[in-house]
T-cell receptor, first 122, second 117 residues
Framework: EAGVAQSPRYKIIEKRQSVAFWCNPI?????LYWYQQILGQGPKLLIQ????????DSQLPKDRFSAERLKGVDSTLKIQPAKLEDSAVYLC????????????????????FGPGTRLTVL | GENVEQHPSTLSVQEGDSAVIKCTYS??????FPWYKQELGKRPQLIID?????GEKKDQRIAVTLNKTAKHFSLHITETQPEDSAVYFC????????????????FGQGTILTVHP
């Protein structure tokens, strides 16, 4: 099956500029996540969508970050205005999330990650 | 909220040796513990996961153990190979097999594993 798609793969901007990232999850996956991964750290959840509704955005800096998932499929994450500390890889992940087990014993909760967008803020 | 601590931060072994990475979590409600492998410049990929209703799970050279009482879980890699070199992340979250899964994962800081030929 096709994996999670993200674009762009790389982005360099000046501080105070705006930037947007796009994510296309695996077909049929109900849940979509945006993570921020700063160099040398584990991914940190920014926002979680279940279909087109927000489940958790407690760690999203809402004064500058926004995200939407119109029609419950693709999603965009925006930063406006960007700061130096926003330099990171932004990972999108999706999961099927029906609560059932699938063949092979793997849960539908398994999160599959996209390749990420590496953002550099100068 | 959940807090996950992972140790060691770096681990260097000789090919054929075993490697063990340990994680602790703080939220007793967490019941789902996946491990991800991330090669340089690539996406994290799930290698194994465990739920709180089992204490151990194996998949070929990889095993994960879980101690719910102590709130810690470990990844064991046997007969390590150079291609096992990567960053490994543990995570903890809540997954509800019977209904809506909240799915939120909290990740550890990562362990850089280097396997020397």
């Amino acid at each position: 099956e096709a994996g999670v798609a993200q674009s762009p793969r790389y982005k360099i901007i000046e501080k105070r500029q705006s930037v947007a990232f796009w994510c296309n999850p695996i077909s049929g996956h109900a849940t979509l996540y945006w993570y921020q991964q700063i160099l040398g750290q584990g991914p940190k959840l920014l926002i979680q969508f279940q279909n087109n509704g927000v489940v958790d955005d407690s760690q999203l800096p809402k004064d500058r970050f926004s995200a939407e998932r119109l029609k419950g499929v693709d999603s965009t994450l925006k930063i406006q205005p960007a700061k130096l500390e926003d330099s990171a890889v932004y990972l999108c992940a999706s999961s099927l999330d029906t609560g059932a087990m699938v063949a092979g014993g793997q849960s539908t909760d398994t999160q599959y990650f996209g390749p990420g967008t590496r953002l550099t803020v100068l | 909220g959940e807090n996950v601590e992972q140790h060691p931060s770096t681990l260097s072994v000789q090919e054929g040796d075993s490697a063990v990475i340990k994680c602790t979590y703080s939220d007793s409600a967490s019941n789902y513990f996946p491990w991800y492998k991330q090669e340089l410049g690539k996406r994290p990929q799930l290698i194994i996961d465990i739920r709180s209703n089992v204490g151990e799970k194996k998949d070929q050279r990889i095993a994960v153990t879980l101690n719910k009482t102590a709130k810690h879980f470990s990844l064991h890699i046997t007969e390590t190979q150079p291609e096992d070199s990567a960053v490994y992340f543990c995570a903890a979250g809540f997954a509800n097999a019977g209904g809506t899964s909240y799915g939120k994962l909290t990740f550890g800081q990562g362990t850089i594993l280097t396997v020397h030929p």
